[in-house]
């Protein structure tokens, strides 16, 4: 396959998570979900396990977790789902799940999230959203890549969002500890940093024959949006001039998330964003789609790494042994 060209699928905008999958035979394959209890974390480790995938949920509500399980092995009996505890903004939580797996890991998806909330800090000062939505899963990724290498093709999939366009990484005040928080920017600067990770994951781990890419899932009323109200959707909205979102299902927003994890056209594919199941093209100003340039800058995505690496360090995360890597 062309490196350059641009990925395009048979699947679109209201393609579903079990149409992108049918016919895929996930057998023997194991898959993590983080966030797997809730939203489209749920549909993509319901078609992934329907595929024959192992499915770990990573989750922080171990009860949730269980009520998923059940509900995906009442409809499927013979799905192969467990669920793990996992919070993404505790460091020490992280290095247990990471000790914890047994390799080889074939698919992982970091789809857990948290969106436009409030100004909270971790233990460490880092600002929650950027904790969560990137180093968290920087951490989670990075420490197992042992068992993603032992996979020997393994995909990666971040779930970002279209709010990337709204900002870069602000590599001078990330956590905002200078600038006034915005709760939209922090957003949007954590969602640019995990197309960032799928452009230098990908740069860095192909020889151990890992791809990774981030994908915007569309417009999908979740608990994502726990911290938003309609009267705020209405604001935004109306200070930039967009129109109301064209609403998808909780199957169709988990869709693009499983064509990443599964699909046999995205083989070797990394780098990469993709919405609506195709691969994204460049941002035009003025519009919501497509990808902005500072998300894929490769520059950046190597500071950003760095970054990562450092802060991590500096906090004494004890399974960064192979962030390096």
Not at 26 to 41: F, Y
Not at 83 to 112: K, M, R, T, Y
Request: glycine share 8%; net charge negative.
């Amino acid at each position: 396959m062309n490196a350059s060209a641009r990925i395009a699928t048979p699947f679109g905008a209201h393609t579903t998570a079990a149409e992108v999958i049918d016919g895929v035979d996930l057998s023997g394959r194991s898959a993590i979900v983080t966030g797997g209890a809730s939203g489209i974390g749920v549909e993509t480790a319901r078609a992934l396990a329907s595929a024959g995938a192992d499915v770990v949920l990573a989750v922080r509500d171990l009860e949730a977790g269980e009520r998923t399980v059940a509900d995906i092995e009442a409809a499927n009996p013979e799905a192969r789902v467990s669920v793990a505890h996992l919070d993404l903004a505790e460091q020490a939580s992280i290095a247990a799940f990471v000790a914890a797996f047994e390799e080889p890991l074939h698919i992982l998806v970091n789809n857990a999230g948290l969106m436009a909330s409030p100004l909270m800090r971790t233990p460490e000062g880092w600002e929650m959203q950027f904790a969560t939505n990137h180093l968290g899963h920087f951490a989670l990724a990075t420490g197992l890549h042992h068992a993603l290498a032992a996979a020997g093709d393994a995909r990666v999939v971040s779930v970002s969002s279209s709010a990337h366009l709204g900002s870069p990484v602000v590599f001078e005040d990330i956590h905002f500890r200078e600038r006034e928080y915005n709760p939209w920017a922090a957003y949007a600067q954590s969602k640019t940093a995990n197309v960032l990770f799928a452009v230098e994951a990908s740069k860095r781990w192909a020889a151990d024959g890992i791809a990774a890419n981030a994908l915007m899932p569309g417009a999908i009323r979740t608990r994502l949006q726990r911290y938003v109200s309609e009267e705020e959707l209405d604001r935004l909205r109306a200070a930039t001039g967009s129109a109301a979102p064209d609403w998808k299902t909780i199957e169709q927003g988990a869709a693009t998330s499983v064509l990443l994890a599964s699909s046999p056209l995205l083989d070797r594919v990394g780098g990469r964003y993709f919405e609506d199941c195709n691969e994204a093209q460049p941002n035009e100003p003025g519009t919501r789609r497509g990808v902005a340039a500072h998300a894929l800058d490769p520059d950046d995505a190597s500071r950003l790494w760095d970054v990562s690496i450092e802060t991590l360090r500096l906090a004494g995360a004890d399974h960064t042994a192979r962030l390096g890597s």
